[in-house]
């Protein structure tokens, strides 16, 4: 379900200090500053890096969203 304080354009700053999503090797897996968790497609030369991710969906636990 969507959420009240997430807009379809939303914006949020990913730090990438994990590897590769450990159930889909396609995802990359970082965190915000708030430390919620966010999946998104992207190749391992983002590993290390904070990058502006559009947050696409919220999954309960952990958000999905591509990189801008």
């Not at 965190?31 to 030369?45: M, S």
Request: glycine fraction near 8%.
């Amino acid at each position: 379900p969507p959420q009240p304080w997430l807009t379809d354009d939303e914006l949020w700053e990913v730090g990438i200090f994990e590897l590769k999503n450990v159930q889909d090797d396609s995802l990359l897996t970082g965190r915000t500053e708030h430390n919620l968790l966010v999946h998104f497609p992207a190749n391992e030369d983002l590993i290390g890096k904070i990058v502006p991710i559009k947050i696409t969906e919220s999954k309960g636990f952990y958000f999905l969203g591509e990189p801008v």
